[in-house]
């Protein structure tokens, strides 16, 4: 078979199979090392690690970061997704962040730009929005198949209570954007959940989800131990564990996550943060 005929059939089976999930477009792309490893409960985390969970999460920052991370589901180099995250203050009590995502192929991909402005409404509530734009473009095998854009949006809140407690929630894609001449709506999320962090790194989560495939429980734990933090979790819809580690090194942050599943190869996650 003349190779240009097996691209173009790899690339409509791609496209298939896509089309197939094509309300789960882009529902991958908020990696976050430590919130994946605590069984994702990212919409109760904060720092630059959180600001594609919970939009709200990058309040109350002093200083910029930078932060580059990597997710390898189910084992396989075609279906990997990188990120890169940039967060700095921008006065008052306003910090913005910036970060790209890219998954996919030469055949089939996604990027997604989202810009994020969170701030503090009182030393205990804090408030986010984040515009994405998100793009997905399919080749041919000699080049550009098709492509298609739109713009979505990301909301969050997080109020802590008693110095020790936070409860949070975010909304993904609220206002219900579509993709495409077909006009597909990307993947629209609810998250709420509670966090206890008695000591500083000795947190505990509990969180839910709702999305087109229904509701989902996660439940996660960190362990301080040093410079080395522990995290573990699970979550329901289907019943995974998760696990990880995170060390600090000169100011730079090194984190890796491993999510299991009931049929599939492990998913694999690692990032590095930097604070400036």
Avoid at 4 to 22: E, I
Avoid at 26 to 45: D, H, W, Y
Avoid at 224 to 244: E, F, H
Wanted: net charge neutral; with cysteine; hydrophobic share 40%.
């Amino acid at each position: 078979m003349p190779m240009r005929n097996l691209a173009r059939k790899t690339a409509l089976v791609a496209l298939t199979l896509f089309s197939l999930k094509a309300h789960a477009a882009f529902e991958e792309l908020q990696i976050g090392v430590s919130s994946q490893a605590m069984g994702g409960t990212g919409v109760v985390a904060t720092g630059l690690g959180s600001v594609m969970w919970n939009p709200a999460g990058i309040s109350g920052g002093e200083y910029g970061e930078v932060g580059l991370e990597s997710r390898l589901p189910f084992s396989k180099l075609d279906f990997a997704t990188h990120g890169l995250d940039v967060s700095h203050p921008l006065g008052g009590s306003v910090m913005g962040a910036a970060s790209l995502r890219y998954f996919g192929s030469d055949l089939y991909s996604e990027q997604v730009l989202a810009l994020t402005a969170a701030a503090l409404l009182s030393k205990d509530m804090s408030v986010g929005i984040q515009p994405l734009i998100c793009r997905a473009q399919i080749a041919d095998g000699v080049g550009s198949y098709g492509s298609a854009t739109t713009v979505a949006w990301n909301l969050g809140f997080q109020v802590r209570m008693y110095s020790r407690w936070m409860l949070a929630a975010s909304v993904r894609n609220p206002f219900q954007a579509r993709l495409g001449e077909s006009s597909d709506y990307l993947q629209r999320r609810m998250d709420a959940g509670l966090s206890y962090e008695p000591q500083t790194g000795l947190c505990s989560r509990v969180t839910v989800s709702r999305d087109f495939g229904g509701t989902r429980v996660h439940v996660g734990q960190s362990l301080p131990l040093g410079p080395l933090s522990l995290m573990a979790g699970v979550q329901s819809n289907p019943t995974t564990a998760t696990g990880g580690l995170g060390v600090t090194v000169s100011g730079i942050r090194f984190e890796y996550a491993v999510q299991s599943h009931p049929e599939l190869d492990l998913t694999h996650q690692a990032g590095v943060t930097y604070g400036f």
